[in-house]
């Protein structure tokens, strides 16, 4: 690159993943190559305010992205009115010279809904801006639990089996749908919102009580829930993936939960999870994961960047997907970029590559007629 890219970087936001966003943006700023970009930092508050500046040092010591004043802030319709303020604070700004659109690629580092839903990626699509990971379709199918299994299925992907709740259906026929759900899939079982990332809402039900209580708490969290089976005696397993039309699969990851399951808190706040890259699973099985992990991100349409999940039967090898992530953790502790620095690719390096795979699509884009 002979002349440094205006570099993007979209962090925080109003999902239940906001401190994770935080987090993870916190992380790439400590590593990405700044003889190579002119950085922007864009802040979302957890009331939908876009916040902007240029300090660094306020973004390490804060998890969160906080209002300065009590003044009125900007919200994502003032997108294009955007600029970095000099005096170092995440700021709105309005009625500036200086517009967003000027940025040549924005990297996203928003996890969970308004962020990895294919929301941020439609506001993106329509001001023609370059950014990295999936596009739009792909985004809001991944998010949607419940979608996601759909086109999973017609794509052959072996996955675990599982009933969708709606929150009007259960709010008239809950009590009928207990039997149903329990015939089919048995205890123990999963409960999931839908469209909800980092395990929140999830709890795993071992008799009926605690269905029900896990049911009406994930309902708090999305108006569809997946109740799934629980995969027992699996490994989890992860693979990370890479590319547009060409993508490839990193080395497998393994989690080893510090808890009955991997939650939120055994994620990102006790330490007790850990890792194991490569997978203790026999080669041909992760190579099994590795190609079904691109088989997943094809079936979405991805492009850029995921975090494929999977479970694999520690007695037969049985592989099961779990569901697939398009804006993965990027904070120290987050598999993604820990399982391509195992296959080669660090830091730096993977980010200048998500950067190049952001501007070649919209560049593939742009080549389209728009209109006859």
């Known amino acids: 690159m002979s002349e440094k890219l205006n570099l993007g970087i ?3 936001g109003r999902s ?11 992380s790439m700023l400590e590593s990405v190559n700044q003889d190579k970009y002119n950085i922007h ?24 992205v906080r209002r300065v004043s009590s003044e009125p802030r900007s919200t994502a319709s003032d997108l294009v009115c955007l600029q970095t303020c000099n005096n ?17 690629v924005v990297f996203p580092m928003l996890h969970g809904t308004f962020g990895e839903d294919g929301t941020i990626q439609g506001l993106f699509e329509l001001a023609g801006i370059p950014y990295v990971g999936c596009g739009v379709a ?31 259906d259960w709010l008239e026929h809950g009590q009928n749908v207990i039997p149903k759900v329990e015939q089919k899939l048995g205890y123990p079982m999963f409960v999931k919102p839908a469209n909800m990332g980092s395990s929140v809402g999830v709890s795993k039900a071992a008799n009926r009580n605690v269905l029900v209580t896990g049911i009406e708490h994930a309902f708090e969290f999305d108006n569809k829930v997946v109740v799934e089976s629980s995969m027992e005696n699996c490994h989890e397993v992860e693979c990370s993936v890479l590319g547009n039309n060409r993508p490839i699969a990193s080395l497998v990851g393994e989690i080893l939960p510090g808890a009955e399951f991997y939650n939120y808190e055994t994620k990102y ?20 994961v590795r190609d079904l992990a691109i088989r997943a991100f094809r079936a979405i349409d991805g492009s850029g960047l995921s975090r494929v ?26 598999m993604y970029p820990k399982m391509w620095q195992a296959s080669g690719i660090n830091y730096p390096d993977l980010i200048d590559q998500l950067i190049e795979l952001a501007i070649s699509r919209n560049a593939e884009q742009n080549r389209l007629k728009r209109a006859l």
Not at 16 to 26: I, L, P, W
Not at 88 to 104: F, M, P, R, V, Y
Not at 269 to 288: F, V, Y
């Open 16 to 26: 239940c993943e906001h401190e994770v966003s935080v987090t993870s943006a916190k």
């Open 138 to 168: 792909a985004s809001a199918i991944a998010m949607d639990k419940a979608l996601a299994k759909q086109v999973f299925s017609a794509a052959g992907i072996p996955q675990a089996p599982c009933e969708i709740l709606h929150y009007g």
């Open 10 to 12: 979209l962090f925080g």
């Open 41 to 64: 930092l864009i802040g979302i508050d957890k009331d939908g305010h876009w916040h902007l500046g240029d300090s660094i040092e306020q973004l390490i010591q804060s998890r969160e």
């Open 269 to 288: 706040l006790d330490d007790k999870s850990e890792t194991r890259i490569p997978a203790d699973i026999p080669e041909n099985i992760a190579d099994a």
């Open 309 to 334: 999940d999977f479970f694999v039967n520690r007695e037969n090898h049985a592989i099961y997907l779990n569901e697939i992530n398009t804006l993965p953790g990027f904070t120290p502790i987050s």
């Open 88 to 104: 170092g604070n995440l700021e709105a700004i309005d009625n500036t010279s200086t517009s967003i659109a000027k940025l040549d």
